[in-house]
């Protein structure tokens, strides 16, 4: 077992069991990439400041890539032995370029390494998911230009409740993917932050500086405090926060996929490509794809709180608790983009059975209130209205019959105020299409949504 960095105050090897238990370079050896960029951006900076000579700090830099492109290209394979990706790689630049390789941790501690690894990895990843729900939204804005006019019910309590067109519901889901994508954003904006120079907890003697490492990275800022700059992992759990109400949101579309493929519904088909049989009955076409989000929603959760609890006692400033942390982070973000692909590919492949959800619409009496509505256009007060609706309902239930299809006589037993307009104003169409208000489903006020969306990108 190589010598560790730290040997110099011990007297004894590390028990293996402890080393294995302690080791986290099976999983942080993914940061790799962001572990040699920011010691790129250090070594540089230490440089310009005159704390190394540009010679160590060229030196370092061509040893980082090296290492970087051999990394990339297989040539170079995580040593088991090292602690973490850290000393991974620095051990691997010292044995590359000798004595200067050295000199790159000078006021650097890898508590304020990791935590800039960390940052600079989740910014990286959120880019990526973002994009990604970018794809599921331009799927979902299709579809829905593509059903303008498809009316259905819309339910409460899972019962019809009012018409709806299908743009109008998916629109509704768009809304939230959009605000999902903003936290992700807003999360990734307050992690671009540089910890680097708070060292080891304490900030350190060396004249470092500090914003010209956050610029050379990318970064928007660097952090206030150096206590705060290596105990706090807030950014992975302000992450984990947003992407599991994103993760709650399609969970939500998930279930209601399930239903509406159901044979009870029929609304949608999902695509043979994306559904999967079963071993015993061959009839079976089941949604595997959605109900697999909607089981891993609950691991993204099941991370997020894993982060709060791992957090939650921590006294200031680091512990080695906190390498935990890294292990929910990185499963949320395999987790997400894990999902999205193939969920994204099911909604762009799925078929809409337009007919079964018009059918629907017209079943569950879901113009009722319109009919209670066009009453009190006629004069009646809305609450006799409602009722003289309700008992129509009754009505049509006991005769096994709709409301559009009562005769006027009919009509005019229940209230003198029908009138022969009675029928155009209960429509499906005039239901829905009367609706312009926005954020309402009327053709005319979804399109003018969806165009907003195109415009706004
Ligand atoms: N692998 C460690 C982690 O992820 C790096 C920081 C180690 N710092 C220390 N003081 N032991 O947390």
New binding site residues.
Partial sequence: MAKKMWAGRFQKATDTAVNDFNS?LPF?CRMYKQDIEGSIAHSTMLAEQGIISKEDAESIREGLLSILEDINSGNLTFDSDA??I?MFIEEELTNRIGDAGKRLHTGRS??DQ?ALDQRLYLVDECCDILELIDDLVNALISIAYDNLETYMPGYTHLQRAQPITYAHYLSAYIEMFLRDQERIEAAAVRANVSPLGSGALAGTTYPLNRARVADILGMSDVTGNSLDGVADRDFAIEFASAASIFMMHLSRLSEELILHSSQEFKFIELDDAYSTGSSMMPQKKNPDVAELTRGKTGRVYGDLVSLLVIMKGLPLT?N?D??EV?ESMFDVIDTIKGVLVPFTGMIRTMTINSERMEEAALGGFTNATDLADYLVRKGMPFRETHAVSGKLVHYCIENKTTLEKLDLKTLKEFSEFFEEDVYEAISLETCVNKRVIPGAPAPSAVKEYLDSLIVSE
């Fill in positions: 986290s942080d602690e973490d850290h890898r508590n990791v680091y080695k906190m390498q890294q």
